[in-house]
């Protein structure tokens, strides 16, 4: 059943998300789009998105747009779109994201005070810093595709001034430390005006 599935896919999810929401993109793009055919690439770019401009952390959004969208796409079970159905999938995809994390801060908050300067400990966290790294290049990786870049020899225009609001994005935030809130409505307004 659907539901079971997707718990056991977000529960993974969240195991091994090391890094944050936005070390997870890749993760869910690769077991919702890829793997179970849940959505398309085109709607986890969109879910995204959404979930970058709602409150909260972006892999919760994104379990709990990706578990809605994921029942409401899936005509075996919910023939009529039945609203009820996209929400238990919300439900059930974000609770078992969480619980993972839930678990495991509870056991290890009770032992990394007392051994957090133990030379294991010290090295298991500088093993983990290059694998956070990896996946967050991935999560911007998965999303350089051509739903959102779309390609030279398909639409020229859009992809250079997609290449070119990226490069001005990154350029923007790391070197003049523009803030990412201001960045993120200069390229919709580019975006708007351009494309």
């Not at 678990?103 to 290890?108: A, E, P, Q, S, W």
């Not at 010290?122 to 911007?140: H, I, Q």
Request: glycine residues 8%; aromatic residues 12%; contains cysteine.
């Amino acid at each position: 059943m659907i539901f079971f599935k997707l718990f056991l896919t977000f529960f993974k999810i969240g195991l091994f998300g090391f890094g944050g929401g936005y070390a997870m993109i890749s993760l869910i793009h690769d077991e919702v789009v890829l793997k179970n055919h849940w959505i398309s690439s085109a709607e986890f770019t969109d879910i995204v998105a959404i979930s970058q401009m709602t409150p909260g952390p972006i892999g919760i959004n994104s379990a709990t747009y990706c578990g809605y969208t994921a029942l409401m796409n899936d005509t075996a079970i919910n023939q009529d779109g039945q609203l009820w159905l996209g929400i238990l999938g919300s439900v059930a995809a974000t609770v078992s994201l969480i619980l993972p994390s839930l678990i495991l801060m509870m056991l290890i908050s009770a032992f990394f005070m007392r051994y957090r300067k133990h030379p294991v400990v010290e090295m298991v966290f500088s093993g983990l810093r290059p694998a956070v790294v990896g996946l967050l290049a991935a999560a911007a990786l998965c999303l350089m595709t051509q739903e959102n870049f779309s390609a030279p020899d398909v639409n020229a225009w859009q992809f250079w001034i997609s290449t070119a609001l990226f490069c001005a994005t990154f350029i923007g935030t790391r070197k003049f430390k523009i803030h990412p809130i201001l960045m993120i409505c200069l390229c919709g307004i580019a975006g708007l005006l351009l494309l």
